[in-house]
């Protein structure tokens, strides 16, 4: 089997899908973001300059629908060679996949027909509900697309006065019981398609979660493609601390890629726990294929210093199995008054910074990374941002600038980044996005064109 190259992570031009093309680079940049409207999901596009001025240029519809609310996810907009794949994980029955033509030369996008024996232009079922995440890899001459459909993710928010988990009530008032025994795995799932020409091709849902595990929120393809990571929320516990006893914990799966005759098919390996971290968000590779840094929302007394976990995929016998008492290879704490909230990533090109989201302080920590080793050394708040709401973090082709998105602001912050890594918010920051005639906008997922890394 040829060596299978990851989306947009090596540097070597011949290696990528989403570095290279024919065509010469655009002498823009792009920026692009999902409103994740209720009623018409747009995508935002903005330019951005080398001297950190951003512009909104130009909104598009999905011709999908959005939730309307924030919801754990990490990668719901990528960029493919001249395409732009975005999740729309709203409405009453299965979520879709918008697909786009980008432009070269100017970033405008044309959305792509994804059933030609239908008039009019349609997207893809995304075979589950509230689609979260996208990733492709590439076989031989051959792309794949997975897509995360995530359908719920319950809290114990009114612990029992017997204590028992199972009597625990959601935001809504339904027992966990109630949601254990009314669920709908199918909902619930991994999907892989065939990419080709903007073009999506169901081939298989080979894996569903039940409540208890957690919907998913994140699935990435390791840099050389042999595995795929996913996380999943769990069920956690509303205190803070959590209690361990009034929780799920979230797990993060570990796949073996397997190709054959224009098929991907995916082996668990196993998946890593602990019952004091729930919430698992968003997460990175190590380049060499080899650690996982997985931010964690939810922890309890014991596991404070988790925020952002390291797990070691060649050590699977300690790593991920199927306990619920794991110990990672490495953690970072991230520190703040009341819930750090860590969420989302983006490692470094060279792997030696790891760049964390916090969302209730809107914080953005910084790692210097050593393998499974983390070591914070520094951490910047957003300007002007109200609680929960700083979502995902991208960096320019130069990593010369970092982008933060505003989900509840409807804002993106500008930050120039310095050559020992540290953030510093630019004053023409933040840039407000609108979008006229929808209240409804929950802002999700940053991607840029062309792309050339993809930190997470």
Partial sequence: MKRIFKTAVTLMCFATISACS?????SIQMVYTSSN???????VA????????LEQTAEYSTGGQGTGAGFPNQGSIRVIDDHLLVVNAGGDTNGSISVFDINPSNGALTRVDQDLSTDGIQNMDSQGYRPSSIDIVQHNSTQYAVVT?????????????????????DADGNSMSDLRDNDFPGRRNIAIFRFENGRLFPLATPHTFTVGVGGPVQASFSPDGTKLALTTFGIPNAANPADPTQQQPSRVFLFNTQFSQDTLSLEEVGSFANRGISASVGFSWSSDSRYLYVTNA?????????NVITLDTTDVGNQFNTLDDQIPAG????????????CWTWLSANNRNLYVVSSEPNRIS?????GSQLSLIDQVDRK??????AKDIIFNRDNELALVLGGESHTVSIFQVANDGKLTELDNSPLQLTLPNDDSRRYIGLAIYPAQYMGF
Avoid: W
């Avoid at 953690?331 to 860590?342: Q, S, Y």
């Fill in 22 to 26: 024919d065509h010469k680079k655009p």
């Fill in 37 to 43: 409207s209720a009623s018409d999901n747009h995508v």
């Fill in 331 to 342: 953690t970072g704490e991230v520190m703040a008054d009341g819930r750090p909230a860590a």
């Fill in 46 to 53: 903005l330019t951005l300059k080398s001297n950190g001025q």
């Fill in 366 to 370: 910084y790692f210097h990374v050593d």
């Fill in 298 to 306: 939810i922890l309890s007394a014991t596991q404070q210093a988790s």
């Fill in 149 to 169: 459909n995530q359908y719920q993710t319950p809290e114990c928010e009114k612990v029992a006065d017997n204590r028992n988990f199972f009597d625990c009530l």
């Fill in 384 to 389: 002007s941002a109200p609680a929960g709401d």
